[in-house]
């Protein structure tokens, strides 16, 4: 069985990596790489979610162009799944060049599964969290700060779908072995503010976190993120960790 992935060396990517037998694919090769037939394809690899990644031409090349290229390759092979990984800001009222791409991307992958009639798998994760997260993201930050004592700027109304990596990536291989079509959401459908997590965060470390309130910190900042498709769990997967847990984790790990 032959698998394939990109964005392996990623928070997602990686973790996923480890439950399975799979040739991973670098940024810098996608587009060179001569495909086998294979089993199955997760493309993860993505730019553009984080606030450093700003250069629009990278974006357009991981979110579409990458995608495009491997597409051309593909559609005369019979796989089991081809699964791309998205983001659910595609849905947010205020949109970025990274989730328009992303939302293009959707439907370019959506005209060719229909045309070719090839098992395609479009995911929309929302706010993954756990060990190994990018620092730079709200839970590692409010950890960091409880540790160190730090000040951080804060916001405390916004809203996510928070869900730990291990069961997204539970949710991808329940996907990808059904030979699932189409979009799916994987959040637990509970909406948390970021008090909410600063509570938590606080309740689990013990210390009080130094937070410098302001009204926002990013354009597409929101009151409602939740998931509301629950298709993938039409196979028996739910989610098993509560945020709290994945919290204690987090903490554990940093200490």
Same mark, same amino acid.
């Given at each position: 069985?032959?698998?394939?992935?990109?964005?392996?060396?990623?928070?997602?990517?990686?973790?996923?990596?480890?439950?399975?037998?799979?040739?991973?694919?670098?940024?810098?090769?996608?587009?060179?790489?001569?495909?086998?037939?294979?089993?199955?394809?997760?493309?993860?690899?993505?730019?553009?979610?984080?606030?450093?990644?700003?250069?629009?031409?990278?974006?357009?090349?991981?979110?579409?162009?990458?995608?495009?290229?491997?597409? +051309?390759?593909?559609?005369?092979?019979?796989?089991?799944?081809?699964?791309?990984?998205?983001?659910?800001?595609?849905?947010?009222?205020?949109?970025?060049?990274?989730?328009?791409?992303?939302?293009?991307?959707?439907?370019?992958?959506?005209?060719?599964?229909?045309?070719?009639?090839?098992?395609?798998?479009?995911?929309?994760?929302?706010?993954?969290?756990?060990?190994?997260?990018?620092?730079?993201?709200?839970?590692?930050?409010?950890?960091?700060?409880? +540790?160190?004592?730090?000040?951080?700027?804060?916001?405390?109304?916004?809203?996510?779908?928070?869900?730990?990596?291990?069961?997204?990536?539970?949710?991808?291989?329940?996907?990808?072995?059904?030979?699932?079509?189409?979009?799916?959401?994987?959040?637990?459908g509970i909406e948390t503010t970021n008090q909410q997590v600063l509570d938590l965060v606080e309740e689990v470390t013990g210390k009080k976190v130094k937070v410098n309130l302001?009204?926002?910190?990013?354009?597409?900042?929101?009151?409602?993120?939740?998931?509301?498709?629950?298709?993938?769990?039409?196979?028996?997967?739910?989610?098993?960790?509560?945020?709290?847990?994945?919290?204690?984790?987090?903490?554990?790990?940093?200490?």
């Amino acid at each position: 069985m032959i698998s394939y992935g990109t964005g392996l060396s990623g928070f997602l990517g990686s973790q996923l990596a480890k439950k399975l037998d799979i040739t991973p694919i670098s940024h810098d090769k996608i587009q060179s790489t001569k495909l086998k037939p294979f089993d199955y394809f997760f493309f993860l690899s993505s730019y553009g979610n984080l606030a450093s990644q700003t250069d629009e031409d990278l974006i357009y090349k991981a979110n579409i162009e990458d995608l495009i290229s491997i597409l +051309k390759q593909v559609k005369h092979f019979k796989f089991k799944s081809f699964v791309f990984i998205s983001t659910s800001s595609v849905m947010l009222r205020t949109q970025t060049t990274y989730s328009r791409t992303k939302r293009a991307a959707e439907e370019i992958l959506l005209a060719f599964m229909e045309k070719n009639d090839l098992p395609i798998c479009i995911i929309q994760p929302f706010s993954v969290t756990g060990v190994g997260e990018q620092p730079e993201h709200l839970i590692p930050t409010l950890l960091r700060a409880a +540790k160190s004592g730090e000040t951080v700027n804060f916001v405390p109304n916004a809203v996510h779908d928070w869900i730990d990596v291990e069961d997204v990536v539970e949710g991808i291989l329940s996907l990808s072995s059904h030979s699932a079509r189409g979009i799916f959401q994987l959040g637990n459908g509970i909406e948390t503010t970021n008090q909410q997590v600063l509570d938590l965060v606080e309740e689990v470390t013990g210390k009080k976190v130094k937070v410098n309130l302001v009204d926002s910190m990013r354009s597409y900042d929101t009151d409602y993120w939740l998931s509301t498709n629950f298709k993938s769990r039409g196979w028996g997967w739910l989610p098993k960790k509560t945020l709290k847990q994945s919290i204690q984790e987090q903490w554990e790990a940093m200490k």
